[in-house]
């Protein structure tokens, strides 16, 4: 070892402030008794390790800001040391010190997440200006993972499941944005959640104690919209016989959440841009102005600037909107935020439909993960809330999956209802297509069913009588 790297000072340190915990690995103890000296001496508490054994046992006993690990240890690899400090935490600070310094040794120490490379001798205020560095880095990185934390503690995101990268933005974002009065465009594929947050920026903003009114300008045509939208003077039409308030008038002083807004009509949308410029409208039929103090959040699920291009959306009131733009990730782009999400559905649905707290066995959790979602999370949540309530026992099997996702058959016989058909209505059609099929497998022999079923014969007539189940002639030959 060179004399250079030996630094013995000649006087104490008046501040002994602790200012990070530093563990050094080296086998050689002279390099250790200097780089102990050298950094109590500039406050920091120092722990030293012979080999990496003795490394990461000191590591299992406690945290450090810092490791000064050496390249060549008697019992293993210093980078193999680093990928098992790395495994354990991958946030903290490793500096490696060696005493062949390659350009190849170098690469490598920084490939395996090395924050740092020294070469012995070492300058030893250079090699502070490095520890320094290093720990002011991790900290930061420490106190943002913090914050973030904190954020969704104190923002209500209750009902928006995530910890993805993309859902961190997303939870930044509308910290950042909710206080604010802009206007705010939601972008994404439909079931991504626009509508929970619009919910979470009125709720995280100052406009919390008034109304938050969601409108799906979609479902309805031009002279309903209207008239839901900025109400309407008696005799304003045929059916107006008595004047009603617009739903603008109804979030005074709240926010207003136009979900689907890309299908709204040119003079609706003339309308929509007259409030976001003067806030003012007139009820139809009406001659009054009248003004209000609404934030909007819009939401749509197509391209607005293609829709401007193509003359089906308006280019003033696209750039009003388009103050603050969120894009909501797919699901598929997400598939890590999957368990969390069938955990909360699970507990929601067992909750509501009073059973046992369900889980999924691995098996069904392997498609729910393989599966692509193109409805995302509103198809996710139905699917799950299909399972819980058709499921007989406390855990959700791959059989009670829809056959898109496991590529075979359901026990779920596949359902042809409206496409506004309510659950009850969804649940009680699989209830007769199950019992239906069960009696076609005995020859209607209904007491063998009801065996079958492992219910009371008279529970089954009462389920037969209350789905109008037409009992067909029974097959006498059927044990024969």
């Known amino acids: 070892m060179s004399e250079a790297a030996v ?43 012979e080999d990496g054994g003795q490394g990461l046992a000191r590591l299992a006993e406690r945290t450090f800001d810092l490791v000064l690990l050496d390249f060549a240890l008697p019992d293993r690899d210093g980078l193999e040391i680093l ?98 009065r802009s206007t705010i465009l939601l972008q994404g594929e439909s079931g991504t959640g626009k509508e929970l947050i619009a919910k979470a920026i009125h709720m995280n903003s100052p406009r919390k104690d008034a109304p938050f009114v969601p409108v799906n300008t979609g479902s309805m045509p031009t002279d309903l919209l209207e008239s839901t939208l900025f109400g309407h003077v008696k005799g304003a039409f045929t059916s107006a016989i008595a004047s009603k308030k617009g739903l603008f008038e109804v979030a005074d002083r709240g926010t207003i959440f136009l979900d689907e807004i890309g299908t709204m009509s040119m003079e609706t949308q003339a309308k929509i841009l007259r409030v976001l410029q003067d806030k003012r409208f007139m009820h139809l039929g009406g001659v009054q102005e009248l003004q209000v103090d609404v934030r909007i959040i819009a939401a749509t699920n197509v391209d607005l600037r293609q829709a401007v291009k193509e003359g089906k959306f308006r280019e003033d009131l696209f750039y009003r909107l388009n103050v603050i733009t969120i894009d909501l990730p797919p699901l598929r782009s997400r598939k890590e935020d999957i368990p969390l999400l069938v955990d909360y559905f699970l507990k929601k649905f067992c909750e509501e439909n009073e059973k046992p707290l369900c889980t999924v066995s691995t098996e069904a959790l392997r498609p729910l993960l393989d599966y692509d979602w193109p409805g995302n999370v509103r198809e996710l949540e139905n699917v799950i809330e299909r399972a819980v309530v058709l499921s007989n026992g406390r855990t959700i099997t791959s059989d009670l999956l829809p056959e898109q996702l496991t590529g075979r058959p359901s026990l779920i016989p596949s359902i042809d209802t409206r496409p506004d058909a309510s659950l009850f209505e969804i649940v009680e059609e699989c209830e007769r297509r199950i019992i239906t099929d069960m009696l076609e497998k005995c020859s209607w022999n209904q007491t063998e069913a009801a065996e079958r079923f492992h219910i009371p014969l008279s529970t089954l007539n009462q389920k037969i009588k209350r789905l109008n189940i037409e009992i067909r002639k029974r097959n006498n030959n059927h044990h024969n």
């Open 83 to 180: 990928a098992d400090i790395r495994d354990r935490d991958s946030e903290l600070a490793v500096i490696m010190i060696t005493a062949y310094g390659t350009v190849e040794n170098a690469v490598r120490a920084m490939q395996g997440g090395a924050v740092n490379f020294v070469q012995k001798p070492w300058d030893n205020e250079k090699l502070l200006a490095d520890i320094r560095a290093s720990i002011a880095r991790s900290r930061a990185e420490e106190e943002n993972v913090q914050l973030k934390r904190a954020l969704k503690q104190r923002y209500n995101f209750e009902h928006i499941v995530g910890k993805s990268e993309p859902m961190l933005k997303i939870f930044d974002l509308v910290a950042q944005v909710a206080p604010s």
């Open 7 to 49: 630094w013995r000072p000649t006087s104490q340190r008046a501040d002994e402030v602790t200012t990070g915990s530093v563990l050094i690995i080296d086998d050689e103890a002279a390099i250790r008794e200097s780089l102990e000296t050298l950094l109590e001496l500039e406050g920091y508490e120092v722990t030293t390790a």
